[in-house]
């Protein structure tokens, strides 16, 4: 055994292996026979392989409450690191499907697609004056000037409403699948411009009393039925706070997109006559871009007010006009203004990472100054100091960007997997979420990396 003053250095010539353990303080072993170095703590050892090793004792850094703030600094740059992940995994996958949306076929023509909600909750009526009411207005909106045919449903697509989300399964199969439901009128699929793949549409004859009907979606009839004709099959399905109930396949619609931008999710629509709802939405197709169609709504409802035994201001019924081209305008905004959002998020987690890890590295830095001088008059090269330095920074954020990675794919593939399909994209947005990070890490570590590079080995041998 063998102790050494504070900056004292032993220097050892052996053959073989020799094991080197520090009992007390910090030393620096370097081997000069396979260029290998080693700062080692109380209690650990190395292996110096045959040739000259030199060993110096350091200042003794490892203990009191600047090795403690340390650690504290690391978990904190390594977490803001790897928080930025996920947001910069947000950010890209919104952009991706805004670009995705830009060109995607929404299912529906938005272009001279014009809807209003009304508000039946203002109406002291009963449930027949209410279906009076609305046939009324429907039959004075159609006559009205360039309108070539007009609905009722309780939505239209991207009107981010919430509307009913039931499970549904081929009669007599376990499988359910949660389904988007519409509750539709007759010309409701020529109204909003979606096409009819097979069978028919809802129509009069589908009215309280009746057979039960429905018509699917094509994904959802895939789904269903796959390899199979879903034309006059049955399906079960339950509404919220009613009993299952058997309904038959009359119809099959092709794909579009429900409530929001995303991933087409399958859809069920059903005769708004069997299943009337609180929410109910007039919908017409006229001319693009028409400005009378305001009028021609107000006037069409006012009309429809007439019919009531109470009268009822028009204001309290109808007051926005929704058109198809805000639908979508809308709907892509709202994606852009998400993805903006992540990005600041991310931003602002870099700009915090950036300073965590500077100031990390920079502290390390100023506690390993007599060290670096030394490695330097041993003959460690500046751009060999430099590179360690940035090593450092990385190993300092791999943690916290791993578990980074691992929230953003639970993220994207279970918290909301309402996405177009990512595809190939998706191991691109993680790389490029990873790959900032790390950039930032070594943007931060580069002025003490420098600093450190440029230590000069007299002037760090008398630094306290």
């Known amino acids: 055994m063998v102790t050494l003053k504070l900056d004292q250095s032993l220097r050892i010539r052996r053959s073989g292996t020799t094991r080197i353990t520090c009992l007390a303080g910090r030393a620096w072993v370097t081997n000069q026979g396979d260029l290998r170095d080693f700062v080692l703590e109380r209690g650990e050892s190395v292996d110096a392989t045959r040739g000259l090793t030199i060993i110096t004792a350091l200042k003794n850094d490892s203990a009191g409450a600047g090795q403690r703030v340390g650690r504290l600094q690391r978990f904190t740059a390594a977490a803001q690191a790897g928080l930025a992940v996920p947001f910069l995994v947000i ?12 060109f995607a076929d929404v299912g529906f023509k938005p272009q001279g697609l014009y809807a209003a909600r009304l508000n039946l909750g203002a109406l002291p009526t009963t449930e027949d ?10 039959d004075s909106l159609a006559q009205a000037p360039g309108v070539s045919s007009v609905s009722i449903g309780d939505g239209v697509p991207l009107d981010f409403v919430n509307r009913d989300d039931v499970r549904v399964a081929r009669d007599g199969d376990g499988t359910f699948f949660t389904v988007h439901t519409t ?3 007759p010309g409701y699929l020529e109204t909003i411009g979606t096409r009819l793949i097979a069978g028919r549409t809802i129509d009069a004859d589908d009215r309280e009393g009746s057979e039960r009907v429905v018509l699917l979606s094509e994904p959802l009839a895939r789904q269903l039925f796959p390899g199979s004709d879903p034309l006059g099959a049955r399906v079960a399905l339950a509404l919220s706070g009613s009993e299952p109930h058997t309904y038959t396949v ?6 579009l997109v429900s409530t929001q931008m995303g991933n087409p999710r399958a859809q069920l629509f059903m005769s708004f006559a069997q299943h009337p709802a609180p929410r109910v939405l007039l919908i017409a197709r006229a001319t693009p871009a028409d400005a009378g169609m305001r009028g021609a709504f107000a006037n069409a409802i006012a009309g429809g007010l007439r019919t009531l035994p109470q009268p009822v201001e028009p204001d309290a019924v109808f007051r926005e006009l929704i058109t198809g081209e805000s639908l979508i305008e809308i709907s892509r905004s709202d994606i852009l203004t998400m993805s903006a959002a992540g990005g600041v998020a991310a931003a602002v987690a870099l700009v915090l990472a950036m300073l965590g890890v500077y100031g990390v590295i920079a502290f390390m830095v100023a506690m390993r100054t007599r060290e670096i001088g030394i490695r330097v008059a041993l003959g460690a090269s500046r751009a060999r100091v430099l590179r360690d330095v940035l090593v450092d920074a990385l190993r300092l954020v791999v943690p916290g960007i791993a578990v980074g990675l691992a929230l953003a794919v639970i993220w994207v593939r279970l918290i909301d997997p309402s996405w177009y399909p990512l595809g190939g994209v998706e191991p691109l947005v993680y790389s490029a979420a990873a790959a900032t990070s790390f950039f930032v890490a070594v943007l931060a570590g580069i002025p003490s990396a420098r600093r450190a590079a440029a230590v000069q080995p007299m002037i760090a041998m008398r630094a306290e």
């Open 129 to 138: 004056e209410q279906r009076i009411f609305l046939r009324t207005v429907r």
């Open 183 to 185: 509750r539709v009128a």
């Open 250 to 255: 009359v119809g099959i619609t092709a794909d």
């Open 91 to 102: 950010c890209g996958v919104y952009l991706d499907q805004a670009g995705t949306t830009a």
